[in-house]
């Protein structure tokens, strides 16, 4: 028979079943925002979780939600109990896993890591290897995201963590830079300007950029820093992708401002490069994460390979949950 409400001897209200059962339901509301997919993803009917909901205001005397037509949000207690229950619900769910790891030692299990184009690249390739010879039973899975994407795979954890560059941290993500690269103009040998050493921001006016899409944090930087400085500017060519980029500018189709991430001794050969970083900002890649997140073994270990003791960090606790 289906649980069902029932009253106890207090005459209060409660719903059967234990406060493990109501803690996840009430994570999983609170994550996914909707009891339809709190439901869908605990295999639940979306009245047996709204009931779990109501049992667990009632027996905690407090309201937890409000529910409008579209998503739930927190009330202040709702907040302070999210913050107590989302590590306990998560450990528990990966208790299997981590007796696992006690037990036979972290050389098994899954890892899923978000990351854009670029980073995947260029900057995770012997990070990889080095994690594949440490790790090789591990299975490690790479999402090739844009920055919004891997926040939302992040907050619905559909990947343990991202490696990438931000510029606007939510509150709800921890970052951690670790590697910083400055900005490059690349121009092909033949260029007016490839004579110049000491290259002002105007001098590049007269010529067309290749950038990437607008959507993309580069183009947001470069936009920002003509429009802060009153110099105009012009984008001949917008298209994805850094080697795409770098080859129209060897082809002599335009200029670029690109991440020094990307330039490598073969592009030097071919290219004319140039440090801006006088005009624009550094660049920083590091491990982005959910705030709360339990850090698996296997993501414990990815971390410790890009910085050790970075585990150690203001943002994250020994015990692998990231800090508020």
């Not at 909707?34 to 005397?61: H, N």
């Not at 003509?226 to 105009?232: A, D, K, L, N, S």
């Not at 943002?315 to 692998?320: F, H, L, P, R």
Request: charged fraction near 25%; aromatic fraction near 8%; glycine fraction near 6%.
């Amino acid at each position: 028979m289906a649980d069902r409400p029932a009253d106890d001897e207090g005459g209060r209200f409660y719903y059967k079943g234990n406060r493990l059962k109501q803690l996840r339901a009430f994570v999983y509301t609170t994550r996914l925002g909707t009891l339809s997919r709190a439901a869908e993803a605990l295999f639940l009917s979306q009245p047996s979780v709204s009931l779990q909901l109501k049992a667990l205001e009632r027996e905690l005397g407090t309201a937890l939600l409000e529910r409008t037509r579209r998503r739930v949000t927190l009330t202040d207690a709702g907040e302070a109990l999210y913050e107590l229950a989302r590590p306990l619900v998560e450990g528990f769910e990966n208790l299997d896993r981590e007796f696992q790891t006690k037990t036979k030692g972290a050389q098994a299990g899954r890892l899923t890591v978000a990351a854009g184009s670029s980073t995947i690249q260029y900057l995770l390739p012997e990070l990889v290897k080095t994690y594949r010879e440490r790790f090789p039973h591990v299975h490690l899975a790479l999402s090739n995201v844009t920055n919004r994407d891997g926040l939302a795979l992040l907050r619905s954890d559909e990947v343990d963590i991202a490696v990438g560059s931000m510029i606007d941290v939510p509150h709800d993500i921890a970052w951690a830079p670790v590697y910083h690269y400055d900005p490059m103009l690349i121009m092909p040998p033949d260029h007016p300007l490839a004579s110049k050493t000491d290259i002002r921001l105007e001098d590049l006016s007269p010529y067309g950029l290749i950038l990437p899409p607008k959507r993309l944090t580069t183009y947001r930087l470069v936009d920002m820093v003509f429009q802060q400085r009153h110099v105009p500017y012009t984008v001949a060519i917008e298209v994805g992708g850094w080697d795409v980029i770098k080859q129209y500018v060897a082809m002599g189709l335009g200029i670029s401002i690109v991440t020094g991430i990307c330039i490598t001794e073969a592009d030097r050969e071919r290219l004319v490069v140039r440090n801006l970083r006088q005009y624009f900002p550094q660049r920083s890649y590091g491990v982005v994460m959910r705030k709360g997140k339990f850090l698996s073994p296997e993501a414990r270990a990815f971390i410790d390979l890009i910085r050790p003791g970075l585990l150690t960090h203001r943002d994250y606790d020994e015990s692998g949950h990231s800090e508020r």
